[in-house]
């Protein structure tokens, strides 16, 4: 599920499980295109300074791909 901002500068995703996770704007690339507006397409997103591991290790994913770009309205 994609990341939705909740304001006061963090990304929230929300569960189907009842647990949503919150990570700051400041961290990963969902982070980057939430304060920069910039979309980001990256192929090797283990090698990109700006990932963040931290779902993807609590998860057991291995990231391969990552595309990202920000919707703004209203």
Same mark, same amino acid.
């Given at each position: 599920?994609?990341?939705? &901002? &909740?304001?006061?500068?963090?990304?929230?995703?929300? &569960?189907?499980?009842?647990?949503?996770?919150?990570?700051?704007?400041?961290?990963?690339?969902?982070?980057?295109?939430?304060?920069?507006?910039e979309?980001?397409?990256?192929?090797?997103?283990?090698?990109?300074?700006?990932f963040?591991?931290?779902?993807?290790?609590?998860?057991?994913w291995?990231?391969?791909?990552?595309?990202?770009?920000?919707?703004?309205?209203?």
């Amino acid at each position: 599920m994609p990341p939705s &901002s &909740s304001g006061g500068g963090q990304l929230w995703y929300p &569960s189907t499980t009842g647990v949503d996770e919150r990570y700051p704007t400041t961290a990963g690339l969902a982070g980057h295109v939430a304060r920069t507006g910039e979309t980001v397409v990256v192929s090797e997103p283990g090698k990109d300074p700006r990932f963040n591991r931290e779902r993807e290790l609590a998860k057991g994913w291995t990231t391969r791909n990552v595309m990202a770009a920000a919707i703004r309205y209203g």
